[in-house]
């Protein structure tokens, strides 16, 4: 198995944010000009709403929120405005996020009619004595916090619905989203537009959140590893935090997230190389995938084993680094967080 | 906090069973003797008939499934009959299965109609491409597999009714079963009745599986962590399989399943010290509960930081082992598998 890229870095930078917004065959043949523009943009727009609440003090939580909140709102990505369709034709939304220094976890799966449904796995963090919701119980408990209720009508999208209209027509289940229409074999060429960041405060306290829209054309109430604690999400300062994005089935039988987190808390090895052994398991099980990870003195890593994967990061000088493909080792881009924000 | 009991040795007979039936505040003086009796009967029932599959030849997971179907189907413990009311009256029943050798994995959460979820929760695993579904998607999945649909009367018990009048009436959330009607401080006095089964075959292969009815007066779809892989249930030939149950949230949080097969696997610590190192993560949380442990070798440990905990094993030899005080280090009783199946 080949390991494509990435990053870690021991950065002596106080704050940090590493963004994903999905792993899959994303190739520069395959972008036209104006989605690699948009992408890069949505991503730089996440990266320094994040950034924004770090450098003025805020808390991991609170810039892991914002920076998902982005791409939620965007139509670009597998999660809030522009998920993916179930079977049923509907937009069922899954969400968590983590807490390292108390190891407080909040999740969603399955909500229908909330906005943003990072904030709503925030709230069940914070203002209820569960861990996970899911269903209109979930949807109950959001708009009872006062969080943004929509019509599930918000959240559609006609490339997403055409999506769900070829996958019922093939009968067959198509993961995520596909930017080009008419590939030989989109199952072999999928796409995952799950969204997750991962962040580091001045406080030395890391998170992690991750959303998504599962998988197209997805029946039974499949529930994938977005919205599973340990599997999509994990975060604990002793060790570290983590996003994941990929084949949802594997990522929760390899138990990604913390699977990751404990190879670095027992064995202490260096965070890539424990991100590739996960990504390891994952394709000796047949899945695929990224992992962002970081730890609370500001190492990080975003691997993938896929073509190509949604990234990027910021630090405290505020540098936006977006990247998309394998090749882009460190793409930087030219923003200035404090030019952009 | 105070590890109590209990066993663990190496065991050179290649068939292995360990159950549980959940762990609480369970104390001789609480228990009438003929509840005592009762449970007893019911764990050995259990017990004798996963050995029957093993002993046969059958697989890890047939047993594990022969071991839960049996406890499902008491309305002694919470999960399948006699399962706790959620707050609208309702009884959403959770249960997760895992392979050892090829960490194949089902989970169903929040059913209502399934007589067996264990049974669902292994059809996922086998005929589906999912891992976990929920909801009435996984009713109609399983009835669409012909597995045994029963109405939701079914399930219920005056016991359970009675439980969620008193904590509704209470207005907070009460957990699983209490076998005392008028515990001054039920909150402090809590018992689980979620049931487990690890197993291993003649073939060397390890399973383990969890069946829930979570807590009682529930509201707003929540999902603890029976249903979770890596939190209630895991299982992997090169570590342990593992059962769990507890104060479900903090298990999540902990990943408490997984967590301990982590410590087997890449510190190579003995398994017993595994499960208590996760119990006092779990402890230092404010949770508490226990954990059932056996690794390919036939080693097993059941062990608890609360009061008691409902369980049992049976080996080769086909001696029934039953206790559920945390006193009852290696209560054997008479049964022996050949003469009770």
């Known amino acids: 198995m080949t390991i494509q890229t990435n990053t870690t870095r021991a950065d002596d930078s106080p704050i940090r944010l590493v963004v994903h917004g999905g792993a899959g065959t994303i190739t520069r043949s395959k972008l036209t000009k104006e989605l690699e523009q948009a992408y890069t943009q949505v991503l730089a727009q996440s990266l320094t709403a994040g950034h924004a609440v770090l450098e003025a003090g805020g808390s991991s939580i609170d810039a892991v929120i914002a920076a998902i909140v982005v791409m939620e709102d965007s139509p670009l990505f597998n999660a809030g405005k522009g998920a993916v369709f179930s079977n049923a ?16 976890a909040g999740s969603v799966a399955a909500v229908t009619t909330i906005r943003n449904p990072i904030r709503a796995a925030n709230a069940v963090m914070t203002k209820s004595a569960h861990v996970m919701l899911m269903g209109q119980g979930a949807d109950a408990f959001a708009a009872e916090m006062g969080l943004e209720i929509v019509d599930p009508s918000y959240f559609y999208t006609q490339f997403r619905w055409n999506q769900l209209q070829k996958a019922i027509a093939e009968e ?40 998504t ?88 890593a975003m691997r993938f084993n896929t073509r190509g994967m949604y990234r990027g990061t ?28």
Chains 1, 2 share one sequence.
């Open 172 to 211: 067959r289940l198509m993961q995520d989203h596909d930017v080009v229409p008419d590939t030989p074999q989109p199952q072999m060429d999928k796409k995952r537009g799950t969204v997750g960041a991962v962040a580091l405060d001045r406080h030395g306290n890391l998170a992690a959140g991750t959303s």
């Open 213 to 300: 829209g599962g998988v197209t054309n997805k029946r039974f109430g499949r529930v994938g590893d977005s919205p599973v604690i340990g599997a999509g999400t994990y975060a604990d300062n002793h060790s570290v935090a983590v996003s994941a994005t990929g084949t949802g089935e594997i990522f929760i039988r390899t138990v990604a997230a913390f699977n990751t987190a404990a190879q670095v808390r027992l064995q202490h090895i260096p965070i890539i190389e424990a991100a590739d052994n996960t990504l390891a398991e994952i394709a000796a099980l047949g899945g695929d995938g990224g992992l962002i990870v970081l730890d609370a003195k500001g190492n990080y």
């Open 89 to 104: 034709g509907r937009i069922e939304l899954d969400a968590s996020i983590m807490e390292g220094s108390t190891r407080m």
């Open 314 to 341: 910021i630090g405290s000088d505020g540098i936006v680094q977006v990247g998309m493909f394998a090749a882009d080792d460190r793409a930087v881009s030219t923003s200035n967080s404090h030019d952009t924000r």
